[in-house]
T-cell receptor
Framework: GNSVTQMEGPVTLSEEAFLTINCTYT??????LFWYVQYPGEGLQLLLK?????DKGSNKGFEATYRKETTSFHLEKGSVQVSDSAVYFC????????????FGGGTRLMVKP | NAGVTQTPKFQVLKTGQSMTLQCAQD?????MYWYRQDPGMGLRLIYY???????DKGEVPNGYNVSRLNKREFSLRLESAAPSQTSVYFC????????????FGPGTRLTVL
């Protein structure tokens, strides 16, 4: 079956540091890939997505590239802010699995001033 | 726009009690979903409704029932609550089933004693 594996958190960074959150996936078909973000006390919201190999999704300074050869979709940001503190979820949607979203376990990011 | 709303925000039940979690969306979306979120496990799909009048089981349906009351509303019922159902429950909706962006409600934190 499909699965998504993320690095365990929490990840603690100082403001303006570089961020990488690793995500790898296993899928039976050719999935679309997503990053969702959950701010404290809120539901998840879509941060970015990529639907085919070598696509780069980007939003709010975050970016991730769909790497089919390494089955990865790592999230990066060049300079994090305190307001980026949240839980980040990598997810995939696979047509061969009915197009349902499969989520990773989430990675908590804490940014200190 | 309110987006996706859920009630209640918090609930404490005793083992064996029943309750219904309510969800409504005002985006005219066809598809709606119920997830549970447990620490380190990401979100797991309980049930979904691809369109009005249809419901299907997700990854973890045991102990739950759902009703798609109309296009706007999708409720989740626990007939006889168990401590293993202590979790945060999220409702989501999307334009259609599949890789379209899902919009999430703020969640219901449920504790079963």
């Amino acid at each position: 079956g499909n699965s998504v594996t993320q690095m365990e958190g929490p990840v603690t960074l100082s403001e303006e540091a570089f961020l990488t959150i690793n995500c790898t996936y296993t899928a039976t078909g050719y999935p679309s890939l997503f990053w969702y973000v959950q701010y404290p006390g809120e539901g998840l919201q879509l941060l970015l997505k990529a639907t085919k190999a070598d696509d780069k999704g980007s939003n709010k300074g975050f970016e991730a590239t769909y790497r089919k050869e390494t089955t990865s979709f790592h999230l990066e940001k060049g300079s994090v802010q305190v307001s980026d503190s949240a839980v980040y979820f990598c997810a995939l949607s696979d047509r061969d699995a009915g197009n349902m979203l499969t989520f990773g376990g989430g990675t908590r990011l804490m940014v200190k001033p | 726009n309110a987006g996706v709303t859920q009630t209640p925000k918090f609930q404490v039940l005793k083992t064996g009690q029943s309750m219904t979690l309510q969800c409504a969306q005002d985006m005219n979306h066809n598809s709606m979903y119920w997830y549970r979120q447990d620490p380190g496990m990401g979100l797991r799909l309980i049930y979904y409704s691809a369109s009005e009048g249809t419901t299907d089981k997700g990854e973890v349906p045991n102990g739950y029932n759902v009703s798609r009351l109309n296009k706007r509303e999708f409720s989740l019922r626990l007939e006889s609550a168990a401590p293993s159902q202590t979790s945060v429950y999220f409702c989501a909706s999307s334009a259609d089933r599949g890789w379209h962006e899902q919009f999430f409600g703020p969640g219901t934190r449920l504790t079963v004693l």
